[in-house]
């Protein structure tokens, strides 16, 4: 297939990091498996001695799973809807991080739902879900839009890599027999001859124009496995749009992270620019101003009813002595500061930006805990001559360790799928991309490190 100057360029500058795996890329996929194994050994207990290991309860049925579930999730919508809109919109400066955010989508759809797994209690039963499905459930309505979801996803993805697979399979690295003829496979005899240029610019567009409306729906289904109850906190006409706005509003914060370790791992601060991390950061603060609107007016809606379920909940975030410090750092790193930094020129630099948006996505993760845990915490009926531990959730080391494991194991995918695919898209490269001002100053320099850092390990 071939390249033009541009394109070639880029492709040169990463086919290092295909080639070979590196040491510290071994390094690192070294110490997410130990995790794993961490991760696996704690199933392991859960399943042969019972929830009972966990923090979860009677009252509390649901703990830092379903929070873990929640997040991760929210990344993959996150990620569909920006690769999407950034593909319709063909925005020159989008088009390097379209793939990072397509690889987010998948990697987080399939840890997602892992931890929806592990709150079964009997695994034996889990086909029950497919065989003898209620319609009137909730959760019906998560599954099917969930594996509808996911099969989108791969096609999405698949879709924009067959340029690029026929570019790896054209040329001729130095990878294994069976890694050449996977991506012969993959690229399903692409040429480049107009017909299949035509085809599938078409079936990028038409899956791009599925995927947003979709990302939306199945995002607002999952809001509705809350919203559908009678719980407070929960049962709001709100919660769609909350968690759609919320989904976003994380995966970019995610975006930006991902976007500056690559850059920094790959020497790819030709193409991850200082004008990405400010437009992402842009979008940050606009979704964080919306994100601030919803979550105030989540509270004051529920503490001006001044129904007194509602009020136990609201008692609690607000409460220093139970989640009242929570609460302020999930509102004030989550919402203010991403704000603040990215409103103030001096500090709207890609390491401020990609520190802010850090904080964030972790005060967004502790958001869904105090979206789950206190609710689940305030009973309607009073609980007197109960043990505390069935009033109040505190997740136990296993429920950590399967936790920790999660986040090894979408960090292990990203670095598996790095060293299979480039992270910049080669072929869908523009002329326009290349200036002078995007020239890093020291190209040739960091052309030999990033040859250097991927030596293979004996």
Known sequence: M????????????????????????MIWSIFFLVWILVGIYALYLQIAKGHGITGMRDNVVW?????????????????????GLLHLSKVSWGKPIIRLAQMMTIVSVIVGPIFILLCVGRFD?????????????????????????????????????????????????NIPKWKQKLYKILATGYRGAASQKRHLIISQNLLAVIMVPLSIIVSSILSWIFGMTLRPGWHSTIFGPYFVLGALYSGTGVLIVAMWVYRKMYKLEKYFTDKHFTYLGY???????????????????????????????????????????????????G??????????????????????????VIALWVKRYLIIVPTLESPALPMQETRMEYVKYAATWPEWALTIAGIASFLLFFTIMSKFVTVVPVSGLEDTFHHPHHEHPHHEQIVDEVKKDNVQID
């Open 2 to 25: 071939e390249l033009n100057t541009y394109q070639q360029e880029a492709f040169d500058y990463q086919r290092p990091n295909i080639e070979k795996f590196g040491k510290r890329n």
């Open 63 to 83: 703990g830092l799973y379903i929070v873990n579930f929640i997040f991760f999730i929210g990344l993959s919508y996150a990620g569909a809807i920006i690769s």
């Open 125 to 173: 039963r889990l086909h029950h879900l497919f065989i003898y499905p209620r319609l009137q459930s909730p959760l019906t309505w998560d599954v099917v839009a969930i594996l509808t979801y996911f099969v989108g996803s791969v096609l999405f993805l698949y879709m924009a890599l067959i340029k690029d697979f026929a570019v790896y399979r054209d040329s001729k690295m």
């Open 283 to 333: 979008i940050m603060m606009v979704l964080a101003a919306a994100y601030g609107y919803f979550t105030f007016s989540e509270y004051f809606t529920s503490w001006f009813g001044s129904e007194k379920w509602d009020n136990d909940v609201i008692n609690k975030l607000f409460n220093p002595a139970e989640y009242g410090w929570w609460t302020l750092f999930a509102n004030l790193i």
């Open 335 to 360: 919402i203010f500061i991403p704000i603040l930094i990215v409103a103030i020129p001096k500090t709207r630099k890609p390491n401020w930006i990609t520190l802010v948006a850090f904080l964030m």
